[in-house]
């Protein structure tokens, strides 16, 4: 079964400085992969997702994620933090075959200072 | 921009009344999830269906859970009776997968519900 690990709770950072949120997970093949977004009282946004191809991927909101087989690593990455991005952020791995059940990371919640 | 609409968006019942959550899947989507959200236990899943079948509703309580597909555009989640244990946020998500053509979830915006 494949797992999906967000090794920090909480992240820091004050506004205006770069960012980096890990995701580490666990599955035999390539699977797809994936980093929402969550506002207090919303349900999860799509920021970006990964199925094949070129490994670093942009999405929404200036966020990018870079995709590294040998590290079964997927971190989402933004050069500049906004106020607006104080939010939990969510990495999830969806097997490429079979159930296509996804699972989720427990989350890292962004706190942004001014 | 196509959206999974949830009903409703609070609930607030006493313990033992029956609870009934809606959700309405983007149109031409073949999966459908619903979720439950808490401080303690973060994002569970309780039920997936594809292409209107029950798949996998392991993470259900059976005994007071029940999730149903009555058509392609609603999926509906019952709780009878509610226990207090049971207040949480639910979520449901619909995406599609197979057939060459594999979308990601996309989430609703979620039932609070509050059992006294």
């Known amino acids: 079964a494949q797992s999906v690990t967000q090794p920090d709770i909480h992240i820091t950072v004050s506004e205006g400085a770069s960012l980096e949120l890990r995701c580490n997970y666990s599955?035999?093949?390539?699977?797809?992969l994936f980093w929402y977004v969550q506002s207090p009282g919303q349900g999860l946004q799509l920021l970006l997702k990964?199925?094949?191809?070129?490994?670093l991927v942009q999405g929404i909101k200036g966020f990018e994620a870079e995709f590294k087989r040998s590290q079964s690593s997927f971190n989402l990455r933004k050069p500049s933090v906004h106020w607006s991005d104080a939010a939990e952020y969510f990495c999830?791995?969806?097997?490429?075959?079979?159930?296509?059940?996804?699972?989720f990371g427990r989350g890292t919640s962004l706190i942004v200072h001014p | 921009d196509a959206r999974v609409t949830q009903t409703p968006r609070h609930k607030v019942t006493e313990m033992g009344q029956e609870v009934t959550m809606r959700c309405q899947p983007i149109?031409?989507?073949?999966?459908v999830f619903w979720y439950r959200q808490t401080m303690m236990q973060g994002l569970e899943l309780l039920a997936y269906?594809?292409?209107?079948?029950?798949?996998?509703d392991s993470g259900m309580p059976k005994d007071r859970f029940s999730a149903e597909m009555p058509d392609a555009t609603l999926a509906t989640l019952k709780i009878q009776p509610s226990e207090p244990r049971d207040s949480a946020v639910y979520f449901c998500?619909?995406?599609?997968?197979?057939?060459?053509?594999?979308?990601?979830?996309?989430f609703g915006d979620g039932t609070r519900l509050s059992i006294l």
């Open positions: 998500a619909s995406g599609l997968v197979g057939q060459g053509s594999n979308q990601p979830q996309h």
């Open positions: 599955y035999g093949a390539t699977p797809y």
């Open positions: 990964y199925f094949s191809g070129d490994t």
């Open positions: 999830a791995v969806l097997p490429s075959g079979g159930s296509y059940i996804p699972t």
């Open positions: 149109l031409g989507h073949n999966t």
């Open positions: 269906f594809r292409n209107r079948a029950p798949l996998d």
